[in-house]
């Protein structure tokens, strides 16, 4: 096992433990924000078993992004107030799902193709979320130092993932079937992915009802 796998599942576990132990402190919010990263832990630990074992952890890529999706649309969810975004948000929910499963069996199969396109989309929608999220705080600003609120910390974990890895996901496919060297890509993912989660760890960290979500 790599230490970068060693590190990643540490911080995946710290962030756990504190959502675990804030978790009755936690907004609504956060506290899916919360499960979502203790079930990310399991999915990791059993994707390199997988990939260990059975030299295929493609089936395990296929379902972290259809969670990861939910429970993060789910979180964007009860943080905006506007009505019509929440509906728009199940409404998106519910194609990117049936595309999911489209996806799934017949473009990109899940045992023999890892799940690009909708790693794709999802990175665009979440980069909509982000930006329609922070105007969102700019007109409805909260009497908190930017910095202490927990929302701050998640959209822009958000923002910085989405956009970062955009390209990336689309490109793993590509050098995955013209047998090309693809370890840099594997390795800025690497960094980002610790970046992502050391934000979202701060986000669930700080947050509280006194420094509260709804900032429509």
Known sequence: ???????????LLIVSVIGVV???KLTTPFKILSVLIILTLLLEITSEICAKK?????PVSHFTVLSEYIFLSL???FIFKNKAIRTSIKIIMLIFIILFFVNAIFIQPYHSAFPSNMYTLEEIIYAIFSLMLFKQMLLYPLP????????????????????????????I???????L???VIFDFIAGIN????????ISIFIDNKQTSTNNG
């Open 54 to 58: 059975y030299k295929n952890n493609l």
């Open 194 to 201: 610790m970046i992502f989660y050391l934000l979202i760890g």
């Open 1 to 11: 096992m790599s230490n970068y796998i060693i590190s990643y599942f540490i911080l």
């Open 181 to 183: 060297n693809d370890q």
């Open 144 to 171: 908190v130092n930017i910095i202490k609120q927990s929302v701050f910390w998640f959209n822009t974990s958000i923002l910085f993932y989405s956009t970062t890895m955009f390209f990336n996901f689309g490109l």
């Open 22 to 24: 804030r978790y009755k």
């Open 75 to 77: 979180t964007y969810y």
């Open 173 to 179: 496919n590509y050098y995955i079937k013209h047998h």
